[in-house]
């Protein structure tokens, strides 16, 4: 199975902040790499999917990248409604992982 | 607008089968994938298993033992059924859409999850 792991697990930033998180895939993934968004108490809520496209409706402060094996996730001026916890997923092979999260927190 | 909405128990009792429901408006449930992902309270997320409307399927092999997930065209409709559950299968259920394209698969649309705890 392909493991994705991301970085960092938490972060606290501030409103207007520029945010990075990252995930790394075990083995290539090519760019079967998804973002999903979740709020306390909701469904996860996708942003970005093959690594860089950004889902409709997603505001474009939302970008990702790639680099081999890693993927990014940008918030590139974080919002207020931006806090929440990211998560990647790997849809290249089965099972279709998940990271293990990556919680976004005001500072 | 595609909407999904989990339903079933939210209570099952250890060794018994969880058994929930995923209710699909404003789409059809004969043209895309399904699938199901759960999330133990305070933790990540884990995909199950998914389905096609054909029936065609694919479940995670952590669960495949216990894992069967079907579809109702008929109602609009697809379950999960997880047998023997224990207290670690304690989690919020979701469903959701996959949207698959070359670019690769992706969840679109997702239910409001269904917490279903396992406890005698």
């Known amino acids: 199975d392909i493991q994705m792991t991301q970085s960092p697990s938490s972060l606290s930033a501030s409103v207007g902040d520029k945010v990075t998180i990252t995930c790394r895939a075990s083995q290539s993934i090519s760019s079967f790499l998804n973002w999903y968004q979740q709020k306390p108490g909701k469904a996860p809520k996708l942003l970005i999917y093959?690594?860089?496209s950004l889902q409709s409706g997603v505001p474009s402060r939302f970008s990702g990248s790639e680099s081999g094996t890693d993927f990014t996730l940008t918030i590139s001026s974080l919002q207020p409604e931006d806090f929440a916890t990211y998560y990647c997923?790997?849809?290249?092979?089965?099972?279709?992982?998940f990271g293990q999260g990556t919680k976004v927190e005001i500072k | 607008q595609v909407q999904l909405q989990e339903s079933g128990p939210g209570l099952v009792k250890p060794s018994e089968t969880l058994s929930l429901t995923c209710t699909v408006s404003g789409g059809s449930v004969s043209s895309y994938y399904w699938t199901w992902i759960r999330q133990p309270p305070g933790k990540g997320l884990e995909w199950i298993g998914y389905?096609?409307?054909?029936?065609?399927?694919n479940y995670n092999p952590s669960l495949k033992s216990r894992v069967t997930i079907s579809v109702d065209t008929s109602k609009n409709q697809f379950s999960l059924n997880l047998s023997s559950v224990t207290a670690a299968d304690t989690a919020v259920y979701y469903c959701a859409r996959v949207f698959d394209t070359t670019a690769g698969p992706r969840y679109d649309y997702w239910g409001q999850g269904a917490l279903v705890t396992v406890s005698s």
């Open positions: 093959a690594a860089s």
């Open positions: 997923q790997q849809t290249y092979s089965s099972p279709p992982a």
């Open positions: 389905i096609y409307f054909g029936g065609s399927t």
